[in-house]
């Protein structure tokens, strides 16, 4: 049981490190017209992403379990 709460907890933390790795590439290319502000508004889209995989599981553990997905 403890494994497999890792092994949840591993792929959604894998998940959002590929939505930050997206915003940084997305930040390395970016357009010389786009503003700060444009990037803060991405930054927290990823933010956000990142919390629905957390909780889409439909618990209120920190650690859902694989069985509830």
């Not at 970016?30 to 439909?58: A, M």
């Amino acid at each position: 049981m403890l494994l497999d709460q890792l092994d949840q907890q591993l792929r959604i933390t894998e998940e959002e490190c590929r939505g930050y790795k997206e915003f940084l590439e997305h930040l390395e290319s970016r357009d010389e017209t786009q503003t700060e502000e444009d990037y803060d508004k991405i930054l927290k889209e990823v933010q956000l992403s990142s919390l629905k995989n957390v909780f889409q599981c439909g618990t209120n553990d920190l650690i859902p379990s694989v069985g509830h997905c």
